[in-house]
């Protein structure tokens, strides 16, 4: 089995660092494939919790070699941070491997993230403000500056004035911003070129290599299907593809390559930031979703808006991204409901639809219709195998699976890592 992906199912926060650091014992090379510092991944392992946001969680594994594709939008001063946050607390940071092919955030694109939401007013994404559109923007426009630029001052110095040519005309002209000097960002990417020089490699070709030498290589997505700045619920996305193609383009692995693509997939739903959601929930059962399940933003610190899980989106995060498996997170989380509304068809404009609507006005008018499953009071966190688990805690997962397209191959009871009943091997 040597290269799966594991990416979020739902609209991102499904609990991707868990099930990454869980495997992250067993595989050689953990990815980033996309995506940047608005991720914020939890992990718990025994009792102490670190909280990622741009390295692969699998860094946490010793054995384990992480690496940032050329996919992903890398930060520097946040990237020195982490390294050194997690030196800090006795964690090997050297093995990390980045693209030299991944685009570079700079302050300009932070400022620019803010003042276009703003721009935006009531029409606001309600991005994470970490400069990730503005990034992306960027290298799609052919005006992004990559990790290998900041080893080359020339070239580094065309690129920025290329890049804020325009940028400084529409800070100062139209968002009423002082201009953006070109001398002060070159000379702060040259300062980070000798931190990050040696980590820096062709981590396609090793890539490759290692799975053409029968290493195992986890890819590990961002966000969530429902993010997906083409299969997601555009314009409210983030600016890439956490969808399973991203692993390919966002690494340089051909698809022939990967076996199994694990959708991680919460046992309700939530979401951060502004977009249609037709389960989202406004009344007591929503508070006590966030409250129990801790559903706080670990990047931003925003409350998440939470709801009922809805198999429509599984069956479409099945077929966007071939799901072989699911890994189900937070069953936990509904322990004590006496029944439990589940999501299984809408009704728009007064017709019952099966699947997720392509047209955004029709995702706009969704209405849930939902079915109710008999819940269950039995603390489940100790269960170690499904048999363990109580007979309607049963019912509702394999509910869920016959809904959802895929089989249920793990399920998390619990934050930390042991605290997983794993049902299929995913190796
Ligand atoms: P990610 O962005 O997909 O990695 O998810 P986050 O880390 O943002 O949010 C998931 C949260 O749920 C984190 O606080 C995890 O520690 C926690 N978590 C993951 N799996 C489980 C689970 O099965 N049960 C419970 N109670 N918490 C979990
Ligand atoms: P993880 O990896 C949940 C959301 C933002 C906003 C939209 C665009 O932890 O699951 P961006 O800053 O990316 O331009 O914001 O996407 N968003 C996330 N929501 N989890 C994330 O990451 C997210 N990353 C971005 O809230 O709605
Ligand atoms: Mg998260």
Known sequence: MPALVLLGAQWGDEGKGKATDLLGGSVDYVVRYQGGNNAGHTVVVGDQKYALHLLPSGIL?????????NGVVVDPAVLLSELSGLNARGIDTSKLL??????????????LDKVSERFLGKRKIGTTGRGIGPAYADKINRVGIRVQDIFDESILRQKVEAALDLKNQLLAKLYNRRAIAVEQVVEELLGYADQLRGFVADTTLILNDAIDDGQVVLFEGGQ???LDVDHGTYPFVTSSNPTAGGACTGTGVGPTKINRVIGILKAYTTRVGAGPFPTELFDEDGDKLRTIGGERGVTTGRDRRCGWFDAVIARYATRVNGLTDFFLTKLDVLT??????????YEIDGKRVDELPYSQTDFHHAKPIYETLPGWSEDITQAKTFDQLPKNAQKYVQALEEMSGAPISAIGVGPGRDETIQINSFL
Do not use: F
């Open 61 to 69: 594994s010793p054995g384990c070699t992480p690496v940032i594709g």
């Open 98 to 111: 980045i693209s030299g092919n991944a685009h570079l955030i700079t302050p300009y694109h932070t400022t």
């Open 224 to 226: 969530g299907t429902l």
């Open 336 to 345: 004590g409901w006496e029944r439990i509304p589940v999501c299984v068809a």
